[in-house]
């Protein structure tokens, strides 16, 4: 079976880009592969947060995982400091990183270069996630477009310690779903959807009310066109509904751009908030029941358990082959 390892940050609420981006790849992942998905409360510190409110997020991210559709019987659903490994990797991670390919990260370009206060856990981020991915032997990581250049690091790093202390991890390969790789901001679709937006109006949640999400659709920033058709760089925001109402409702996108031939903008929004809303309902509803039962808990502590038994074999590897004792 295929080993697939990913990973969200519990920070910031949930959208639509996160969930077609990401997720449902993790879903469709869980039916052919062995999979383990995680809570990366360790990379939220990278920049200063509430305590209460981590740990809120944190519960949020892994009840929404569930009620998505993840299934405990079939994945392995956990939070990264459950399984002490990965801190403990990364470290010896960045004793091969080097400060040259960090600092040409763009995340940590565009967050924290030009700060003297911005932490060294920022910096030191990617080696982080490496860690994550390389002490699972994990073969597939599904992730959004904006995670590419992380996981070239990763895998350079994978490379690099295999030739300096001997052959220890597998080098796994990125895994972007093109169609939904980029979901774009709704007031302002030349940037992607993103839970850090200055303004509500970019964002759909997940946990989002139905009246709240046909709103914020109605009021999507399109062209001063009349015409609806598939081109990302002319049309960005009639391409992007197109987008997110083929994912959401299995149409393809030329179905959809024949089916709305002759009628406006107007018709398009209406129809893929009602898509959207249909797609999300139940998942609503299913996250309400496990947060009141408090069964997420039980799946955390069970995949806690789980995550730590599948890495101690690569840690202990990765000591040996450096030159700890064991
Ligand atoms: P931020 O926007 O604050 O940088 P984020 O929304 O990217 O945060 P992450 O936790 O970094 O959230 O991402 C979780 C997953 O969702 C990643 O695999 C990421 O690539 C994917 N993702 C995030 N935004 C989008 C988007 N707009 N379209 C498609 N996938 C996305
Ligand atoms: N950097 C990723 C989150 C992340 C991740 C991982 C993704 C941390 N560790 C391991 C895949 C595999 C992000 O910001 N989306």
Known sequence: MTRVFSGMQPTGVLHLGNY??????????????????????????????????????????????????????????????????????????????????LSRMTQFKDKGKDSESATSGLFTYP?????????????????????????????????????????????????????????????????????????????IALLEEPKSILKKFKRAVTDSGTEIRFDPEQKAGVSNLLSIYSAVSGQSIDTLVEQYQGKGYGHLKVDTAEAVIAELEPLQARYHQLMESGEIDDILAKGAKQARAATAETLAKMKEAMGLIL
């Open 127 to 203: 080696v982080l996630m490496a860690a994550d991915i390389l002490l699972y032997q994990t073969e597939v990581v599904p992730v959004g477009e904006d995670q590419r250049q992380h996981m070239e690091l990763t895998r350079d790093l994978a490379e690099r310690f295999n030739r300096q202390y001997g052959e220890v991890f597998t080098v796994p390969d990125v895994r972007i779903q093109k169609a939904t790789a980029r979901i774009m901001g709704l007031d302002n679709p030349e940037k992607k959807m993103s839970k850090s937006a200055p303004s509500e109006a970019n964002y």
């Open 20 to 101: 077609l981006g990401a997720m449902k790849q993790f879903i469709a992942l869980q039916e052919e592969g062995e999979c383990y998905y995680c809570i990366v409360d360790l990379h939220a510190l990278t920049i200063p947060r509430d305590p209460a409110e981590l740990r809120r997020r944190t519960r949020e991210l892994a009840g929404l995982y569930v009620a998505a559709g993840l299934d405990p019987a079939k994945a392995t659903i956990f939070v990264q400091s459950h399984n002490p490994d990965h801190a403990e990797a990364a470290w010896l991670l960045q004793c091969v990183a080097r400060i040259g390919e």
